[in-house]
């Protein structure tokens, strides 16, 4: 299955005598829930001339229907030695992660591996002056597979929608109905209307928070696209349309 590895990199702004920089990969990995790869490493690289603190925890990662990404701490699933670090100049630091939830998995389990660099005052300020502050976070996808494999994504409805600001949209409803999540790279629809009239719709243009989505296992995915030209928009929002999503594996 084609993969694209999601980075969200976030520099937040701060007064602040030096501006530190690092590295954290990989970006992905994907775990077993028991034997050898229950357990992957993570590489830190210091690329400043000062030291560095950088913290680093797990995260439960969820998905609402709207696609937008819930978190919540996943402490109690993974050990992450050493948690809190201090990188020398031009340095490296292994991070060992193991996973240590539970050991049957039928379905994707699905977490982000979050680095987050904190201001380190190397005794320069005092206790009292807030010598840690967020720098740079970078926030990877973590994965524990399940034992078995199984692939299924599906349209589920397809909705005419007319938008407060008076719009012709498409509502479309997708379903992972898979124990594994799916990217949907490439992704093409192809909807048909009642009288056999027939779209294919493809990119970000005509399929904007579709194409590109990563949709977890067992998740639905609901997302207003603009009313395809190829279709008449139905006077009273009634009628009935059928539709396929393909994508790239």
């Known amino acids: ?57 797990a995260l439960v990662r969820d998905q609402a229907e709207n696609g937008e990404e819930i978190n919540a701490d996943a402490s109690r699933y993974f050990s992450i030695v050493p948690n809190k670090i201090i990188v020398s100049p031009r340095g490296t630091q292994i991070v060992r992660v193991q996973y240590r939830g539970p050991s049957t998995v039928t379905s994707e389990l699905s977490f982000r591996l979050r680095a987050e660099q904190i201001q380190y005052s190397q005794g320069r300020q005092e206790t009292n002056q807030n010598m840690f502050n967020f720098l740079y976070i970078y926030t990877t996808s973590l994965y524990v597979s399940p034992s078995k494999t199984v692939e299924r994504l599906d349209v589920t409805k397809v909705t005419p929608v007319i938008t407060a600001e008076g719009e012709k949209k498409m509502q479309i409803s997708l379903v992972n109905g898979g ?42 995915l609901t997302k207003l696209i603009p009313w395809p030209d190829g279709l008449a928009f139905p006077d009273d929002l009634s009628g009935t349309y059928q539709a396929t999503i393909s994508f790239s594996m």
Do not use: C, W
């Open 1 to 57: 299955m084609a993969k694209k590895v999601i980075l969200f990199f976030v520099l937040a702004v701060l007064v602040l005598s030096n501006t530190f920089a690092f590295q954290f990969s990989p970006l992905e990995q994907t775990f077993t829930p028991t034997g050898a790869d229950s357990v992957k490493s993570y590489t830190i690289v210091n690329d400043s001339d000062d030291a560095i603190a950088v913290m680093v925890s």
């Open 179 to 220: 124990n594994v999540h799916q990217i949907l790279i490439g992704a093409e629809v192809s909807v048909a209307d009642s009288q056999g009239n027939r779209v294919v719709l493809s990119g970000n243009d005509a399929l904007p928070g579709i194409d590109g989505a990563n949709i977890l296992a067992k998740k639905k």
